[in-house]
């Protein structure tokens, strides 16, 4: 029974690194390359999300420095030591002691460092919400200051270890110990600087203001500031109107998860070896099952323009392939799919952050209405980026290379441009109802939040650029008076509502609305700043 065990568990163990070693060829094979700065992006955002990755480096550092320290001891002068008034000049047993003390007092700060991190972490996951955990975990001060720790810690045992009393050739390290001083010095800096950053760290603002740089940087990784005359050249294909017209092959998701990244330069390499257009209907961060159909591969016709290139080789063409093995294994590398939600460059993930502390700030345990107000004005920062930026296409198209001598035999001309991949891209308006819209669902009976949305409203009017965006604006402004309507304790507040979303909707409607100042006026406030008036005329 022993023996059979053990060969059971030698077959598992060896199947599993056979499934490993399949999966990494997969991975990283030819046809994958193409995506490679987005897969070592990946990677190494992943390293850098992971909070063991920079102390790790920092006692790898420690290790390496002190066998160099303690070589350049070996070569060098004592005397000139001596010459240094900060250099360490004792002997053996003080230097011993040195050694001792600051690897015991290094240990310990450490162990203190990880006590505070640990109840910061508990502390904000309790009030803003266990996804905002990772910017605390990858908050690079705090890892740097935790792995310098560590690191004089190590480095600290090691020129410990080399002190030896009774080696008259070498002597004691002077300069490896002098060195370990300063560090200790360091890390005495270190350790206040460190609880003056958790305590501005864990502050509502400072957690909203991570939150919103972190989206402003998905946002410039999407949306262009320009716009692309080319990619607005290729938009004229004809497969753009036709695509739907040829025979399809449903895409399944090659695992369960969430969506983390598309590999799109991957993906349009696939499409066109296999001459057709892939579609895809989720979108990054959607959660998908290994039976859900997610795309559709479109094989375009054998006439396509696209496929009449005859190669050197005569009556030779480029034919479409149906989806084969080798189809599914590189479809499956083009996308990262995780079984938990993690960051990535998804933009509504960022902006779900923000929104995530409004709500949470909102729930009867907390009741913070003004930390939900400034993530209101948080969102509506980005939001007025993203509609002043060029938005992201869903059409991303092949680009054939010029041969000059492929040129010359073509038996018809390539099109500049061959459609290759739909991806879904979500709208402004769906922004603004993921953000926006779940806060006003869950500030219905709040009439500062209420107002909040109103002047977000506003504020986003003056980077609207077409009539479209007025109508998703006058929308939600349409959707914040009805809360304020059927939820509101009382009739004044109520009337308050409504007489700042007519003020609104006005200004919105108004086309010089961009060159003029919003400032809503109650009417008791109108009423008495003209009291006012006649009084001090």
């Given at each position: 029974?022993?023996?059979?065990?053990?060969?059971?568990?030698?077959?598992?163990?060896?199947?599993?690194?056979?499934?490993?070693?399949?999966?990494?060829?997969?991975?990283?094979?030819?046809?994958?390359?193409?995506?490679?700065p987005?897969?070592?992006?990946?990677?190494?955002?992943?390293?850098?999300?992971?909070?063991?990755?920079?102390?790790?480096?920092?006692?790898?550092?420690?290790?390496?420095?002190?066998?160099?320290?303690?070589?350049i001891?070996?070569?060098?002068?004592?005397?000139?030591?001596?010459d240094?008034?900060?250099?360490?000049t004792g002997?053996?047993?003080?230097?011993?002691?040195?050694?001792?003390?600051?690897?015991g007092?290094?240990?310990?700060?450490?162990?203190?460092?990880?006590?505070?991190?640990?109840?910061?972490?508990?502390?904000?996951?309790?009030?803003?919400?266990?996804?905002?955990?990772?910017?605390?975990?990858?908050?690079?001060?705090?890892?740097?200051?935790?792995?310098?720790?560590?690191?004089?810690?190590?480095?600290?045992?090691?020129?410990?270890?080399?002190?030896?009393k009774?080696?008259?050739?070498?002597?004691?390290?002077?300069?490896?110990?002098?060195?370990?001083?300063?560090?200790?010095?360091?890390?005495?800096?270190?350790?206040?600087?460190?609880?003056?950053?958790?305590?501005?760290?864990?502050?509502?603002?400072?957690?909203?203001?991570?939150?919103?740089?972190?989206?402003?940087?998905?946002?410039?990784?999407?949306?262009?500031a320009?716009?692309?005359?080319?990619?607005?050249?290729?938009?004229?294909?004809?497969?753009?109107?036709?695509?739907?017209?040829?025979?399809?092959?449903?895409?399944?998701?090659?695992?369960?998860g969430?969506?983390?990244?598309?590999?799109?330069?991957?993906?349009?390499?696939?499409?066109?070896?296999?001459?057709?257009?892939?579609?895809?209907?989720?979108?990054?961060?959607?959660?998908?099952?290994?039976?859900?159909?997610?795309?559709?591969?479109?094989?375009?016709p054998?006439d396509?323009?696209?496929?009449?290139?005859?190669?050197?080789?005569?009556?030779?063409?480029?034919?479409?392939?149906?989806?084969?093995?080798?189809f599914?294994?590189?479809?499956?590398?083009?996308?990262?799919?995780?079984?938990?939600?993690?960051?990535?460059?998804?933009?509504?993930?960022?902006?779900?952050?923000?929104?995530?502390?409004?709500l949470?700030?909102?729930?009867?345990?907390?009741?913070?209405?003004?930390?939900?107000?400034?993530c209101?004005?948080?969102?509506?920062?980005?939001?007025?980026i993203?509609?002043?930026?060029q938005?992201?296409?869903?059409?991303?198209?092949?680009?054939?290379?010029?041969?000059?001598?492929?040129?010359?035999?073509?038996?018809?001309?390539?099109?500049?441009?061959?459609?290759?991949?739909?991806?879904?891209?979500?709208?402004?308006?769906?922004?603004?109802?993921?953000?926006?819209?779940?806060?006003?669902?869950?500030?219905?009976?709040?009439?500062?939040?209420?107002?909040?949305?109103?002047?977000?409203?506003?504020?986003?009017?003056?980077?609207?650029?077409?009539?479209?965006?007025?109508?998703?604006?006058?929308?939600?402004?349409?959707?914040?008076?009805?809360?304020?309507?059927?939820?509101?304790?009382?009739?004044?507040?109520?009337?308050?509502?409504?007489?700042?979303?007519?003020?609104?909707?006005?200004?919105?409607?108004?086309d010089?609305?961009?060159?003029?100042?919003?400032?809503?006026v109650?009417?008791?406030?109108?009423?008495?700043?003209?009291?006012?008036?006649?009084?001090?005329?």
């Open positions: 029974m022993k023996d059979h065990s053990k060969d059971n568990l030698s077959a598992s163990v060896f199947a599993t690194l056979i499934a490993w070693l399949k999966d990494f060829r997969q991975r990283w094979s030819f046809e994958n390359l193409t995506n490679l987005d897969r070592l992006k990946n990677i190494w955002q992943r390293l850098l999300g992971s909070y063991w990755f920079i102390p790790i480096a920092c006692i790898v550092l420690g290790i390496l420095l002190a066998p160099l320290l303690l070589s001891d070996q070569h060098f002068d004592r005397e000139m030591v001596r240094i008034s900060f250099a360490f002997d053996a047993d003080a230097a011993r002691a040195i050694m001792t003390a600051i690897a007092a290094i240990l310990g700060v450490a162990g203190t460092t990880f006590s505070i991190t640990i109840a910061v972490l508990s502390m904000a996951s309790s009030q803003f919400g266990p996804r905002l955990l990772r910017n605390f975990l990858t908050d690079t001060p705090n890892q740097f200051v935790l792995g310098i720790f560590l690191g004089t810690f190590s480095y600290s045992l090691l020129v410990l270890k080399a002190i030896h009774f080696d008259v050739g070498f002597g004691v390290p002077q300069l490896a110990v002098t060195f370990a001083i300063a560090l200790a010095v360091i890390c005495a800096l270190l350790l206040v600087y460190f609880v003056q950053h958790m305590v501005h760290a864990i502050q509502a603002s400072h957690v909203i203001q991570d939150a919103s740089n972190d989206a402003i940087n998905n946002i410039n990784y999407w949306y262009s320009t716009c692309d005359l080319q990619h607005q050249q290729n938009m004229s294909a004809k497969d753009i109107d036709r695509y739907h017209q040829w025979p399809m092959t449903p895409l399944y998701a090659p695992a369960s969430y969506l983390r990244q598309l590999y799109v330069e991957t993906l349009i390499a696939l499409a066109s070896d296999y001459g057709g257009v892939i579609q895809l209907h989720t979108n990054l961060g959607n959660f998908v099952t290994d039976a859900n159909v997610i795309g559709h591969f479109y094989q375009s054998d396509h323009a696209s496929l009449l290139q005859k190669t050197k080789t005569s009556n030779l063409a480029l034919l479409p392939r149906r989806p084969d093995g080798l599914w294994q590189r479809f499956a590398a083009g996308l990262a799919i995780d079984a938990r939600l993690s960051h990535s460059n998804d933009i509504a993930y960022s902006l779900g952050q923000m929104t995530e502390i409004a949470r700030a909102l729930s009867p345990g907390i009741n913070d209405p003004k930390t939900a107000v400034n209101v004005q948080s969102l509506t920062t980005c939001l007025s993203m509609l002043r930026r938005p992201p296409s869903s059409y991303h198209f092949y680009i054939p290379s010029h041969d000059s001598n492929t040129d010359d035999i073509a038996v018809n001309q390539p099109v500049p441009a061959i459609l290759a991949l739909i991806t879904k891209t979500p709208k402004i308006s769906d922004f603004i109802d993921t953000s926006l819209g779940e806060i006003r669902r869950y500030a219905t009976a709040d009439l500062m939040v209420l107002k909040a949305l109103c002047q977000a409203i506003t504020d986003l009017n003056y980077a609207r650029v077409n009539s479209a965006q007025r109508q998703t604006l006058l929308h939600e402004l349409t959707l914040i008076e009805r809360a304020g309507q059927q939820n509101l304790a009382y009739s004044e507040l109520t009337a308050d509502l409504q007489a700042m979303c007519l003020q609104a909707r006005e200004f919105i409607h108004d010089n609305a961009k060159h003029l100042h919003f400032e809503y109650s009417e008791f406030n109108a009423h008495i700043r003209k009291a006012l008036e006649t009084q001090a005329s």
